[in-house]
């Protein structure tokens, strides 16, 4: 038997003729059969389940044969809210065998390890060529799991597009489904919805105010999906921070930057106290030049709404 990117607990019996595949979670007390076969990423759990139908469950499904053995059952997560898990974003990658802690090297860029694996990870390294032409400047760093993660929302919007049926709450279902599927984090689902939304059918060769049209045209399409994903503060937060990401993949953006910003916060995609936020640790001086004007003028804004406010608590 050999084992390798595996967790085991304690207590755990695994036979010497188990094939486990690389990154399976065994848990405590779990028995598995003699030559039983366990799938990469697989979690195996003790105890079954629960269906939340009775108290009792736990203590008679000990006594049930799991799937992999006696006390060995595939153990299934609930569906994830696509607000949850927000305050861990930075740190774990949520996949099909439980939250994997990630590093920055690690979420940004494949590894050794991945490229030259067996092949219950070589589908995720073989790359077609849609996943070339996803953008004008696409850094070879970024995660693979982030890239087709990225071409099926593409894909999702496209589809809804040419059917001329875009329902928000359709493409939610599909975006979440790969979600799960590709291992990505919800910082990584806003960046990718923005950049397929401005990207889609987009011709960035065109002049800047034809441009701006085009961007304009796919933003308010798809306005309820981005409001969708900016109902929370880390939403916007998430959606901001791919900002330089962006302007590095799609260069002429960069010359209409501000007005894109005003009109996100026009259709309350972002929120003035989130760009105010990030702008002020923004460190790309060539993006703060860009939107110095658009700042000042919400900055101005903010001032004027405080004056009213305390103009009407002196009356």
């Known amino acids: 038997m050999y084992l390798e990117d595996c967790i085991v607990g304690e207590n755990a019996e695994v036979p010497d003729k188990c094939e486990i595949h690389g990154k399976v979670i065994i848990g405590h007390n779990t028995i598995l059969h003699p030559e039983v076969s366990i799938p990469s990423g697989i979690r195996v759990s003790s105890v079954k389940s629960s269906d939340g139908f009775s108290d009792d469950e736990e203590e008679q499904v000990t006594m049930l044969e799991g799937e992999y053995g006696p006390c060995a059952f595939n153990y299934v997560e609930e569906e994830e809210d696509i607000e949850s898990d ?16 990630v590093t920055e090297d690690e979420g940004s860029g ?59 709450d359709n493409l939610v279902l599909e975006i979440n489904s790969s979600k799960h599927a590709w291992n990505t984090t919800l910082c990584e689902v806003n960046q990718c919805v923005l950049e397929s939304v401005l990207s889609l059918n987009t011709d960035f060769t065109q002049p800047p105010a034809k441009l701006l049209a085009s961007l304009k045209a796919n933003i308010v399409k798809f306005k309820q999906l981005l409001v969708k994903y900016s109902k929370s503060k880390s939403g916007q937060d998430y ?59 919400l900055q101005e804004d903010d001032d004027d709404e405080s004056d009213e ?3 009407s608590d002196d009356d």
């Open 110 to 168: 494949s590894s050794d390890d991945e490229e030259d694996g067996d092949g219950s990870w070589g589908a995720e390294n073989e790359l077609s060529d849609e996943d070339e032409m996803l953008s004008v400047g696409e850094e070879d760093n970024e995660h693979h799991d982030v890239k087709n993660f990225k071409r099926e929302v593409l894909e999702s919007l496209q589809r809804a597009e040419s059917e001329g049926n875009i329902v928000t």
């Open 239 to 297: 959606y901001l921070s791919s900002i330089p990401e962006l302007l590095k993949r799609f260069p002429p953006i960069l010359e209409i930057i501000a007005k894109v910003l005003h009109l996100l916060y026009e259709l309350d995609v972002l929120g003035e106290d989130a760009i105010l936020k990030w702008s002020s640790k923004l460190q790309d001086t060539g993006i703060k030049t860009k939107i110095e004007g658009f700042l000042d003028w």
């Open 309 to 311: 406010e305390e103009s």
């Open 86 to 101: 927000e305050e861990n974003e930075n740190e774990y990658r949520v996949s099909s065998w439980g939250e994997v802690y």
